[in-house]
Every structure is written in C-alpha cells, then in structure tokens.
C-alpha cells in the first residue's frame, strides 16, 4: 500500500544549493503533479507531466525543472535555491484526463536559509 | 482563469454537532469537484470525488453535494467527533485541462 512515494521528507538548503525532490507512485498512474503549499495560499501547482515523456508549467514553475523519468517517477529539481522557495512541497499522481481522483505523498518539507 | 475559495478559513464546534463547508468556483466547466481532509503536518487524503454529472456523493458520515451551475460545493459532517478535526480542502478540476485548482481550505477544530 505505499501510494505515492517523497523523498526526502525534510531538507534544509542553503541558498544557492541545488537538489532534487523524488516522487514515485506504484498505481500505475498516466498523470503526475508537483505542488507547493504555503500558509494561506493553498496548494499552487508548480509542473504536471500528463503521461510519460511529457511536462507542462503549472502556476508556479519559476526556479524549478522536472523530469518524468518513467511512468513511476516525476522529480522536481531546484537549480538554485532561494528562500522564496521554503515550503512544503507535495506529489500526487492521478489515474487520467478525468474523474479520476488524485492521491498524494506526505510531502518535503524545504528550508532555504 | 478557475479560482476557488473556501468559507469560513476556521470553524470550532462542540462535539456531535452536524456541520456543513462550503466551497465555490468561478468555472463551471469542470469535470469533477473532490474533497480532501490533511491532519496537520502530513499530506491530502481523499475523501470524496464528485464528477461533474452527479449531485452528490456519501461516504459514512460525509456527504458531498454540487451544484454546477452556481458553482458550489458543499460537504456535510454528521455527528462530528474530535478525530473530524483537521482542515478540509477542495480542488476543482477543470475541464480541457489537467489541472486541479485548491482552494485555501477550512481548518476545522472539533470541541469534546
């Protein structure tokens, strides 16, 4: 029953830093989301990748890359790491187009000093 | 461009109360409405998922109903417990798109 897969759970960056957000989802899900959640803003989606080998900008992609490596795995790649970018960020998986619900992972907490 | 809001941001009530939040959207072209509960700390549970062509959905204590042509959503707690609390969230997904568009959610604090 693991679902949707983050790693890691917490991280602290300093700025400037590069690192790689993993999440991997064992539902055999087309669509793949990574959002970000900060107080009082809800969640914001950054990127989504609809199917295996594609990606697309959400809201929020400034400062960020992704790549869906498979049909399991989408990571989110930070380049350089600014404390704008402090926040929690979650993955979540979806089986298609529509009416399909999405399930999330527990998310990365992400500071940036 | 789809926006979504959620009201009250925070509700107390003493336990075994039966309670309703709300949740609206400016477009409704969507293809479905679903709710999620996220306890603090940790991520989104889903708890009900309505598409675009029905009215309602049940799931024990929860009800969820939609109203697509005014654009609101309501989930509807019975007899509500202090393991209800939490804050509830809704996401609306928007039809042509992938996307699903949160609101800021309701931060519910159930009373023993």
């Known amino acids: 029953n693991a679902g949707v897969t983050q790693t890691p759970k917490f991280q602290v960056l300093k700025t400037g830093q590069s690192m790689t957000l993993q999440c991997a989802q064992d539902?055999?899900?087309?669509?793949m989301y990574w959002y970000r959640q900060d107080p009082g803003m809800g969640l914001r989606l950054i990127y989504y990748?609809?199917?295996?080998?594609?990606?697309d900008k959400g809201e929020v992609p400034n400062g960020y890359n992704v790549s869906r490596l498979n049909k399991r795995e989408f990571s989110l790649r930070l380049e350089s790491a600014a404390p704008s970018q402090t926040s929690v960020y979650f993955c979540?998986?979806?089986?298609?187009?529509?009416?399909?619900?999405?399930?999330f992972g527990d998310g990365t907490r992400l500071s940036i000093l | 461009k789809q926006e979504v809001t959620q009201i009250p941001a925070a509700l107390s009530v003493p336990e075994g109360e039966n309670l309703v939040l709300n949740c609206s959207f400016t477009?409704?072209?969507?293809?479905?409405l679903q709710w999620f509960r996220q306890d603090p700390g940790k991520g989104l549970t889903s708890l009900l998922l309505?598409?675009?062509?029905?009215r309602e959905q049940t799931s024990g204590r929860l009800n969820a109903s939609l109203d697509k042509s005014s654009g609101r959503s309501t989930l509807y707690i019975a007899a509500s417990q202090p393991g209800d609390s939490a804050t509830y969230l809704c996401a609306v997904h928007t039809s042509g798109t992938y996307k699903y568009i949160f609101g800021t959610g309701t931060r519910l604090k159930v009373l023993a």
């Open positions: 979540a998986s979806s089986g298609g187009y529509n009416n399909q619900p999405q399930h």
């Open positions: 990748s609809a199917s295996e080998g594609t990606t």
């Open positions: 477009d409704s072209a969507i293809y479905n």
């Open positions: 539902m055999n899900h087309n669509s």
């Open positions: 309505i598409q675009s062509s029905q």
